[in-house]
């Protein structure tokens, strides 16, 4: 007779084991900026140098101490952390959620394509500018490792579906993937997606590819 306790566990155990290997780290970003030379300047001194505080996932990424505050027509954001390294163009990255409290029509676009979208006033003490362009809401996507592409079937620019094992599974829709040599494989969503899927620290991913 065929036990099928059995044979049910061992079909959990090769689905948890096959989900494993093909599975991600999920990382929620809360708003930050990145800033080019001229604007560190303007908000820090001049010659000033970004201070890390810790490194993040991504090599050569980091957090810093430095914060900022947003203002928008309808209202500020306060304590915003600063990215590095600096960069050749500032951008900023909130949440549409966030995008609410500033009052500024916010698009969702992949990071560093900043044409067409809104500028936002940045303030660091007394100091202040005035981006002319560079406010998104980062469209969800994967850093992929290159040698990982082959492992999940990827390729650069491709759009995926991911499935998250929050507190409150969900597929995500939309996901752009991006693979190069220089990251390491993690997901980025925003604090209103992760709030969506039940996100906390450790939360997996998985791709499923689109059928369309």
Same mark, same amino acid.
């Given at each position: 007779m065929v036990d099928n306790q059995l044979v049910e566990s061992i079909i959990n155990e090769v689905v948890k084991r096959v989900q494993n290997e093909a599975c991600f780290e999920v990382e $929620?970003? %809360? &708003?930050?900026?990145?800033?080019?030379?001229? $604007?560190? +300047?303007?908000?820090? %001194?001049? %010659?000033?140098?970004?201070?890390? $505080?810790? +490194?993040?996932?991504?090599?050569? =990424?980091? $957090?810093?101490?430095?914060r900022v505050t947003l203002i928008g027509p309808k209202?500020?954001?306060?304590?915003?952390?600063?990215? %590095?390294?600096?960069? &050749?163009?500032? =951008?900023v990255e909130v949440s549409l959620t966030d995008s609410v409290v500033l009052g500024v029509s916010v698009p969702v676009k992949e990071s560093g394509k900043l044409e067409g979208t809104p500028g936002i006033v940045i303030a660091s003490g007394s100091n202040m500018i005035r981006l002319e362009k560079g406010l998104i809401a980062a469209q969800r996507h994967i850093h992929v490792k290159a040698e990982d592409a082959e492992k999940f079937n990827v390729k650069n620019g491709e759009i995926? =579906?991911?499935k998250v094992y929050g507190k409150r599974p969900l597929i995500f829709d939309d996901v752009l993937v991006r693979v190069s040599s220089n990251y390491e494989t993690y997901m980025h969503i925003d604090y209103d997606e992760a709030n969506a899927c039940g996100f906390a620290k450790g939360t997996k991913g998985i791709i499923v590819k689109q059928s369309i």
């Open positions: $929620a970003s %809360g &708003k930050h900026v990145h800033l080019n030379r001229e $604007a560190i +300047d303007a908000l820090f %001194g001049e %010659g000033y140098q970004l201070t890390k $505080a810790k +490194d993040l996932s991504q090599p050569g =990424q980091y $957090a810093c101490k430095e209202g500020s954001l306060h304590n915003v952390v600063v990215l %590095g390294p600096e960069r &050749k163009e500032s =951008q995926v =579906q991911v």
